[in-house]
Every structure is written in structure tokens, then in C-alpha cells.
């Protein structure tokens, strides 16, 4: 089996430069998965925007806002209906997701678990500490160093928070 071949599974995708999401619905249960497209060069684009947004790395969010947009249509109305919600991120899709967390809390008042696999952090340490408070559960894998060092964060996103207990280096 693929990487990809899972997806087929799922019921809606948006899609925007470099960025693919894919959201299933089962029940009251929805699962949302954010991962980079194989398209390389937008993938990098997103990632060099790093300027600061309001505590955001500006091409997280706006990369976010086009998944968002998309995603409105769809479940705007009836994402109160879900009492559990899942968000997985790949790389720069865990960056992602994780805004994608903070957007349904901020905007819903909903709670989600977070899984993220090498994901840099999209976030400034007040909206971390937001994002924190944000899910029910996070949990953020790290399989290389190649995110880490001091040009790779200033590139692709926020330093990682000082209190690492939810990073487990594998």
C-alpha cells in the first residue's frame, strides 16, 4: 500500500498551492488530514513566506485560509453536529492543522486532537499558548533534524515551545 492510497477513503478535498486536505465524516466523528501535494515548488513558496502575521507564519495561514475557505462551504453550518474532531498533519500540513485547530476553537468553540508528523510550528508563543489551550489532545512526532538548527526555524516557521513534552523525537 501507498502513502496515498488511504485517501480514497475520504469524502471531501481541498486542495490549494502545495497543500491537499482531505475530511471524512463518520457519525458524529470528523477526521481531517492536511499534507503537502507532490507538487514541490508552491510546497516551498509556502514555506519561505515565514514573515510574521498577527503570530502566524504568513504562508501557513494563508495556505490555511484557502483550505478554509473551501472547507466553509461544506461545514460552516453543521460542524457543531461533530463531538469529535481529528486533525492529522503532515510536514508543513502539521503546521496546518494545527491552525486549523485553533480556527475551530476560536470560531466554534470546539475542541480537537492534533497528530502531527515533522511539522514545523506556525505559531508566535502567545498563539501557541492559545493553540494549547485550543485542542483536547496533541501529540507531534519528529523523524529527522532537518527542522531544527537556526536557519531551517527562521525559513520554515516559529521555534519550537521551550516546554517540548508533546514533541516525541522518533
Excluded: W
Aim: proline letters at 4%; a neutral charge; charged letters at 25%.
Amino acid at each position: 500500500m501507498k502513502f496515498n492510497d488511504h485517501i480514497s477513503h475520504f469524502d471531501n478535498k481541498y486542495t490549494t498551492s502545495g497543500i491537499e486536505c482531505y475530511v471524512k465524516t463518520e457519525e458524529q466523528k470528523l477526521v481531517i488530514e492536511v499534507h503537502p501535494s507532490k507538487s514541490i515548488f508552491p510546497l516551498f513558496v509556502t514555506r519561505l513566506k515565514y514573515q510574521k502575521s498577527d503570530g502566524f507564519h504568513k504562508g501557513y495561514l494563508k495556505s490555511f485560509n484557502a483550505i478554509k475557505a473551501q472547507f466553509d462551504v461544506d461545514f460552516q453550518y453543521k460542524i457543531s453536529q461533530y463531538n469529535d474532531i481529528q486533525i492529522t498533519g503532515f510536514s508543513v500540513g502539521g503546521a496546518i492543522s494545527q491552525i486549523f485547530a485553533l480556527y475551530l476553537y476560536n470560531e466554534f468553540n470546539i475542541k480537537s486532537t492534533v497528530i502531527t508528523y515533522d511539522s514545523p510550528t506556525p505559531f508566535n508563543t502567545k498563539r501557541r499558548n492559545e493553540f494549547d489551550a485550543a485542542v483536547l489532545h496533541q501529540e507531534h512526532y519528529v523523524f529527522g533534524i532537518d527542522i531544527f538548527g537556526d536557519f531551517p526555524l527562521k525559513l520554515f516557521g516559529y521555534e519550537f515551545p521551550k516546554n517540548q513534552k508533546d514533541y516525541k523525537f522518533v
